[in-house]
C-alpha cells in the first residue's frame, strides 16, 4: 500500500481581509484510508482549513498536498481526488436524487452513461435507491444528508471531507449517516471530518486532531489521546439524603452536586472498592453510577485548558 500521505499540511497560515488570523501555521497528516476528525470549539478555524484543502479559502502561507499532488502548483489534479460535503444542504429542492447526482457528474465532465451507473452505485449504498425517483424535498433529514454524501461521491474521490456533517441534526439522522460514512471508509476512500460533537469523533475516528484558535494542539490516534486521560470522574446517585460531612478517601476528590448525588474523580489505576468501603461507612448507599462526561470531552477541556496556559 502507498505511504504517500492522502493529506499532507504544512505551515498553513490564513490571515483573512478583516485581520482575523484564523490559521496560525497548522500542520497535519492524514494517512491513506484513515477515518481523521478534526475537532474543534466554535471558531477554531475548522471550516477555514477544509476550505484551504477544498479550494474554497485562499492560504495566505503554507503548503497543501492531497496524495503527494501540490494544490497551488497543480490545483486542478489535485481537486479532483477531492470530494466535499459542505454543511448546509444545497442541492435542489424539486430535483430528484438520481438527477441531482447524474447533473453533478456531469458539471465534472463524466459522462452520461458512466454517471447513470456510478448515481445508481452511490444511491444504493446511501441506501436510497427506492427513493432515486422521488422529489429531493419529500426526503427526511437524514435521508438528504446521505444525499449529499453520494453526491460527493460521483467523482470518486480519494478523499472525502465533511464540514461538520451532523451540525444542528437529531441522533437518529446521525446514526444514518455515520453509517454510510462508515462504508465509504471501508470500500477505501480516506474521510476526514469536522466536528465538534466529541462522540462523533469517538464513535468514528481512528486518528484526530484538536485545533484551538488557528493551532493544532494535539494530533494523533484517538486511542493514544484517550490514554492520556489518567483520571476519571463518576456520578454517584445516593438513597437518601447525604451525611453534612462526607469520608475523605485518600487521594480522590468527592463532593456532593446535589442532596443525593456525589461527584467522584480517581485516577484510573484505583479500583472502586475502598471508595464503597468508606462510603459504606459513612452511611451512605450508592444506588447507581455513572461516567460524568463523555472521556473526549474531558481530554478536550484539558487540552485547550493546557494550550491558554502555554500562550498566556
Ligand atoms: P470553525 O469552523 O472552527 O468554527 P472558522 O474557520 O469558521 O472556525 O473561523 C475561524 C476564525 O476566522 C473565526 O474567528 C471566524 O470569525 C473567522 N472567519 C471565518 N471566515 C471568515 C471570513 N470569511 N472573513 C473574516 N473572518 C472569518
Known amino acids: 500500500m502507498s505511504t504517500t500521505p492522502a493529506l499532507e499540511i504544512q505551515d498553513l497560515r490564513k490571515t483573512y481581509d478583516n485581520g482575523v488570523e484564523a490559521l496560525k501555521g497548522v500542520s497535519l497528516t492524514v494517512k491513506p484510508g484513515d477515518f481523521f476528525a478534526l475537532l474543534g470549539p466554535n471558531g477554531a ?3 477555514t482549513l477544509i476550505g484551504a484543502v477544498s479550494s474554497l479559502v485562499n492560504p495566505s502561507a503554507g503548503r497543501i498536498d492531497v496524495f503527494g499532488v501540490d494544490l497551488q ?3 486542478s489534479e489535485a481537486m479532483r481526488l477531492v470530494g466535499l460535503v459542505p454543511q448546509e444542504i444545497n442541492f435542489n429542492m424539486f430535483e430528484q436524487p438520481f438527477d441531482i447526482c447524474v447533473n453533478y457528474a456531469g458539471f465534472y465532465g463524466i459522462e452520461r452513461a458512466e454517471a447513470e451507473q456510478r448515481a445508481e452505485r452511490e444511491l444504493k449504498a446511501a441506501q436510497l435507491w427506492d427513493k432515486a425517483r ?6 427526511s433529514g437524514g435521508m438528504k444528508r446521505r444525499l449529499m454524501i453520494a453526491r460527493a461521491m460521483m467523482t470518486q474521490p480519494k478523499l472525502l471531507i465533511l464540514d461538520e456533517p451532523t451540525a444542528g441534526v437529531d441522533i ?11 462504508e465509504v471508509n471501508a470500500a477505501g476512500t480516506t474521510v476526514i471530518l469536522t466536528t465538534h460533537y466529541l462522540e462523533e469523533a469517538e464513535s468514528l475516528c481512528r486518528n484526530l486532531a484538536i485545533i484551538d484558535k488557528g493551532r493544532i494542539i494535539e494530533q494523533g490516534p484517538m486511542k493514544s489521546l484517550l490514554a492520556k486521560l489518567d483520571v476519571e470522574a463518576f456520578v454517584l446517585d445516593v438513597d437518601g439524603q447525604l451525611p453534612s460531612t462526607l469520608p475523605q478517601i485518600d487521594g480522590l476528590k468527592l463532593e456532593a452536586s446535589d442532596d443525593h448525588t456525589l461527584v467522584l474523580e480517581m485516577p484510573r489505576s484505583r479500583d472502586m472498592n475502598g471508595v464503597f468501603a468508606a462510603l459504606d461507612g459513612a452511611g451512605i448507599r450508592v444506588r447507581s453510577l455513572r461516567n460524568q462526561t463523555n472521556r473526549l470531552e474531558e481530554l478536550f477541556v484539558r487540552l485547550t485548558g493546557q494550550a491558554q496556559e502555554q500562550q498566556a
Open 45 to 47: 478555524g475548522k471550516s
Open 73 to 75: 502548483a497543480r490545483r
Open 134 to 139: 422521488v422529489m429531493s424535498r419529500t426526503l
Open 172 to 182: 437518529e439522522i446521525r446514526r444514518s449517516m455515520w453509517r454510510t460514512l462508515k
